[in-house]
């Protein structure tokens, strides 16, 4: 707001005149209402009038400056009259006075009438100001005087908020060039902005123009535009910004704004930790995506030449393998979904330890999406001794061999791997350097997967294994008690929580297994419209419907809440269509992984419901997959796609609801 | 010298007319006062100078006194923002 802009011609009065304090300041009123902001001139001078008795606004050095927050001001205004011969105004200091501002401000709780107060106080502190104002022989000539007083105050404004010292790490693992490419682009925007920068660059090099503590002492911010890790300790309590070099390189200028703007946040140790768990947790997601994508797609064309060929309702099992073209597309769909969770796990793992955990990562993942089941059928004959417990232990019990932990076992095993990794850097560092060369081809793959191994194989696949069996004991349970719906909506949730890991493959196990005991039932001779029979085809149908929800849902919040999504996520939206109707619930994985507090609740209760309403309402499915390419063989069709549409609704909402705006990532 | 520390609360600041009374009190001891609000300082016994701090309710002013009668001045308005302000 200017003082200027609050001015108009008509409301100055050069050659006021005016015998008593009453009349100067009804005088004034009148110009003012000539700016035409005041819709109850009456109202307004009464409230001026109430204002002065509560104490004299002649607040000394011969200027007044009465004022009114009213609800008879429509915009805030001024107005100024000069009073050569001056007149006796019950001043602070007894002087008449000269000079008189007059403030109209509506009647908002922003209190205008203070900050024009305080921009009018800060141009009459000079009196040289004052003197030039009572020489202005034209209104005109009296707003120049104003406006050059606000041009003279207003850079120098400006430059107490944008004139800074910043001091600025660069970094990259792989190279210098990298490094000194961010350290020149953030001195260069800078120097444009009038931001001093000084640069700690940490290149394969070493380190060079090591930052003094005084230095940072002394900055106003930090900027960290590193891919290695960078010592951070000296940094607290500054406000920091910690993002790849990349992001040093293309966009410095942004970065110096968050920290000049004070939108940058205080470093306190704790904080950069929880994203940079984060930032890991990314690196895998961002990578899998493609895999799940492709293999997902190439996966529902296999289905959709199946159901063009006519075997929707004939294939059964083997749905979407009944041609050559389809087998082939299912098979490549399903190794490039089967490289999902290893990509997630190495990526991590690489994200945190740098290359050399890359292919722990890898190994952790593919033992996590695999199991231990290579092993499983394999005869032993006879052992004793520790060779049995290693066999009875990792391998022995029924599930244990066979157990997947999905996508959820995914990320603990990338984390893991990634920090079995750091720990051996550490561990290495006091070796000699003439074995430096061995450390990355020798040590570290071999210890690194070994552990990596050993912690998959002994704890966690029997621990998943563990989840698994008590899951499916549970299922038959429910199913012997009778309560189909709850049943249903078990398994529908099931299927949306950890979508390939233990939970969902107990769920879909036991649908697929309920497929079996109906066709043993029919072959017994039992009727297909038997209770018993019908049951068994309800489950199946909860089952594919629970796994149908989830990419729906996302890709339905994606275009409903865009905000809460990434680019690259609301891009998969089409993708995710697809793969919801194609029941390839692996579409929602990244999203999942990526925000699993928030995501996989929402996932979890609309697959939950879906599954729920369609035990409710009966319906049946007696083919293990095939999405809406089997639905000509779903016994009450209508009332299951609406099922589904009601759960991916839920889904959709909920996300809508708790999920956090996304970053903008422009 | 002496200082102490104010937080605003009368609800509408240190506007025009606490202002001159402020002005007016320190006006009264010999030694220098200084107003000072977020790194801005200012000679509280000008008028403009207090207004243009622009204090608003639950925000903190540092005043400071030196010289003569520093202790005197400092006591009357610290009492004067207390009652006022």
Partial sequence: ?666 | MKEFRHVITDPDGIHARPAGLLVKEAAKYPCSVIMEKDGKAVDAKRIFGVMSLAAKQGQEVIIRCEGEQEEEAAASLERFMKENL
Avoid at chain 1, 46 to 66: H, L, Q, S, Y
Avoid at chain 1, 76 to 103: C, N, R, T
Avoid at chain 1, 206 to 229: F, H, P, Q, R, Y
Avoid at chain 1, 488 to 514: C, E, H, Q, R, S
Wanted: net charge neutral; glycine share 12%; with cysteine.
């Fill in chain 1, 1 to 666: 707001m200017n003082i200027r802009d609050l001015l108009s011609v008509n409301s100055i009065e050069l050659k006021g005149k005016a015998a008593t304090k009453t009349e100067a300041i009804e005088q004034m009123v009148q110009l003012m209402a000539k700016r035409g902001n005041i819709k109850d001139v009456k109202e307004y001078e009464r409230g001026v009038f109430a204002r002065e008795k509560e104490g004299t606004t002649g607040i000394g050095e011969g200027i007044a400056i009465p004022h009114c927050k009213s609800a008879a001001v429509s915009a805030p205004g001024l107005a100024a009259m000069i009073l050569p011969e001056g007149v006796e105004y019950d001043s602070l200091d007894g002087q008449p006075v000269k000079l008189i501002f007059l403030i109209a401000a509506p009647d908002t709780r922003a209190n205008i009438h203070l900050d024009v107060l305080s921009r009018l106080s800060v141009l009459l502190m000079d009196e040289s100001f004052t003197e030039n104002l009572k020489k202005a022989r034209t209104p005109e000539e009296f707003l120049q005087v104003i406006d050059e007083a606000e041009a003279a105050c207003a850079p120098k404004e400006k430059k107490i908020g944008t004139l800074g010292r910043i001091v600025a790490v660069t970094g990259c693992p792989t190279g210098i060039a990298h490094t000194y490419m961010a350290a020149e682009a953030l001195e260069k925007a800078g120097s444009r902005l009038g931001i001093q920068i000084r640069v700690e660059t940490r290149g394969s090099g070493g380190v060079k123009n090591v930052l003094t503590e005084d230095e940072i002492a002394t900055a106003d911010g930090v900027i960290i535009a590193s891919d290695t890790k960078v010592p951070m300790d000296r940094f607290e309590g500054k406000r920091l910004i910690d993002c790849n070099v990349a992001e040093g390189i293309s966009k410095p200028e942004k970065l110096i704004g968050k920290i000049m703007d004070g939108s940058a946040e205080i470093y306190h140790g704790e904080k950069p930790k929880t994203q940079r768990s984060y930032t890991h947790l990314m690196s895998g997601v961002s990578h899998m995506l493609p895999f799940v994508i492709g293999g997902g797609i190439l996966t529902a064309l296999a289905f959709l030449i199946d159901t063009l060929m006519g075997y929707s309702a004939i294939g059964g099992g083997a749905f979407g393998s009944c041609t050559p073209v389809s087998a082939f597309l299912k098979y490549v769909g399903g190794l490039s979904m089967g490289l999902m969770v290893p990509v997630l796990s190495g990526y991590i793992a690489y994200s945190i330890a740098d290359r050399p955990g890359l292919a722990v990562g890898f190994l952790g993942g593919l033992l996590a999406s695999n199991g231990n089941a290579r092993f499983a059928d394999y005869d032993w004959g006879d052992l004793g001794g520790f060779q049995k417990f290693v066999a009875d232990f990792a391998f022995g019990s029924p599930s244990g061999g066979t157990t997947v932990s999905g996508f959820l076992g995914g990320i603990l095993v990338g984390f893991l791997a990634g920090f079995i990794v750091l720990g051996l850097k550490k561990l290495c560092a006091k070796l000699p350097d003439s074995l430096e060369g061995i450390k990355p081809t020798l040590i570290y793959p071999v210890v690194g997967m070994f552990l990596v191994a050993l912690l998959m194989c002994f704890v966690f696949n029997p621990l998943i294994g563990l989840i698994n069996t008590g899951l499916s004991a549970m299922l038959t349970a429910l199913a012997g008690a009778g309560l189909i719906t709850l049943l249903g909506a078990i398994l529908g949730a099931m299927m949306a929580i950890d979508m390939g890991g233990p939970i969902n493959k107990a769920a879909y196990v036991f649908g697929t297994g309920m497929l079996a005991t109906a066709s043993e039932l029919m072959a017994a001779g039992a009727d297909a419209s038997d209770p018993t029979v019908q049951a068994c085809y309800i489950a199946m149908a909860s089952i594919m419907v629970g796994g149908m929800v989830p990419p729906v849902g996302i890709a339905i919040a994606c275009q409903f809440f865009p905000k809460k999504f990434t680019v690259a996520e609301r891009g998969s939206r089409i993708s995710n269509l697809i793969m919801g109707c194609s029941f390839i619930t692996e579409g929602a994985i990244p999203f999942a992984a990526s925000d699993p507090a928030h995501v996989i609740p929402a996932t979890m209760v609309g697959a939950g419901i879906a599954g729920g309403l369609s035990a409710f309402f009966g319906c049946t499915l007696m083919a293990p997959h095939g999405g809406i390419f089997v639905f000509a063989t779903v016994g009450n069709p209508l009332l299951y796609i609406i099922s589904w549409l009601a759960g991916s609704a839920v889904t959709a909402v909920m996300l809508g609801f708790f999920k956090k705006d996304a970053v903008r990532e422009e």
